[in-house]
C-alpha cells in the first residue's frame, strides 16, 4: 500500500538540505511551537504529501540537536502535526569496516531498533534500557534499491567503546547513530512503520579518529543519502508489489 503522508526525522539541516532542495520542498512554519528549534518543510510526491522535520539548533551551544532526547520530541510533535502513515529517519552514521561496509553506503534498518548505551542490569529494565523497538519491513525496498540491512543502534556518544563493538556484533548492528531508537520508540507507541536510511560517514572500527573521519566524509555520505531517500520516497509513494 503506497504511503499518502510520509514523514521524513533527520537531526542536522546539512544532511536534510540536499533532500529539501531535490524534492522541492517549502518551509511550514506553523508546525511547532516557536519556542521550539524544530524545523519542517513539506511537498508533494506522486500524490502523496511528503514532509522532512530537522532538529534545529540548540540555542545555547550553537550546534545541531543531535542526539536521543531531541529526536523523541521531535518525532512525536510532528506525528501529531503532519499526520503521516510511515516515518523514515534518515541520517549518516557509522559502519562496520570488517564487515565489508563502505564509506558513503546507505544502509537500511531490519529487524529492530536498540539503544547501545543504555545499561540498566537490573531485571526488566535490562531489556527496556535496550528498547528493542520492531523497525517496519524493508526488505523489498532493499531489494530494489539495492541496499543492505541490518539493526539500527543509537547512542549519545560519538566515539565507540569495545563493550560497543560486542553489541553490534551480538545484534547483527549495521548502523550506529544519534537518533533512531528514539524515533522508533515514538513509533511504536502510536503504530506507525517506521524505516531507516543511514549513511556512513565512519567506519567504528576503524583506529582512525571518529571525528576526523565524520569531517572528511560528510559531505558525500550527504548526497548517497540524499539520492537513496528521493529514491525510497518514490518506492513507498508508487506502492510497489
Known amino acids: 500500500m503506497a504511503a499518502r503522508s510520509l514523514l521524513i526525522c533527520m537531526a542536522m539541516q546539512g544532511e536534510a538540505d540536499p533532500i529539501i ?3 522541492d520542498m517549502r518551509s511550514v512554519p506553523w508546525a511547532f511551537d516557536p519556542h521550539l528549534p524544530f524545523r519542517a518543510f513539506s511537498g508533494r510526491r506522486n500524490g502523496a504529501n511528503v514532509t522532512v522535520t530537522v532538529s534545529g539548533i540548540d540555542p545555547r551551544h550553537g550546534v545541531d540537536n543531535i542526539g536521543t532526547q531531541p529526536a523523541a520530541l521531535q518525532a ?14 534518515a541520517g ?9 561496509f563502505r564509506i558513503g553506503e546507505v544502509v ?3 529487524g529492530e531498533f ?4 543504555r545499561i540498566v542490569p537490573i531485571p526488566g529494565f535490562e531489556a527496556y534500557g535496550r528498547g528493542h523497538y520492531p523497525a517496519a519491513d524493508t526488505e523489498h525496498l532493499a531489494r530494489d ?10 547512542g549519545n556518544a560519538l566515539e565507540t567503546s569495545a563493550r560497543d563493538l560486542e553489541f553490534f556484533d551480538r545484534h547483527d548492528v549495521a548502523a550506529k547513530e544519534m537518533e533512531a531508537a528514539s524515533v522508533a520508540w515514538v513509533c511504536w507507541m502510536l503504530d506507525l512503520p517506521l524505516y531507516a ?11 582512525a579518529s ?4 565524520f569531517d572528511r566524509n560528510f559531505s558525500a555520505a550527504c548526497a548517497n543519502l540524499c539520492e537513496t531517500v528521493v529514491r525510497a520516497v518514490n518506492w513507498l509513494t508508487h506502492a510497489p508489489a
Not at 114 to 117: G, K, Q, S, T, V
Not at 197 to 207: A, E, G, M, N, Q
Open 21 to 23: 532542495r531535490a524534492l
Open 76 to 89: 512525536y510533535l510532528s506525528i501529531q502535526a503532519f499526520k503521516p502513515d510511515m516515518v523514515i529517519s
Open 92 to 100: 549518516t552514521c557509522g559502519g562496520l569496516e570488517g564487515r565489508g
Open 108 to 110: 537500511a534498518s531490519s
Open 114 to 117: 536498540l539503544y547501545h548505551d
Open 145 to 154: 534499491l539495492g541496499l543492505r540491512t541490518g539493526a539500527v543502534a543509537s
Open 197 to 207: 536510511l543511514k549513511s556512513i560517514t565512519d567506519f567504528i572500527d576503524h583506529p
Open 210 to 213: 571518529t571525528a576526523e573521519q
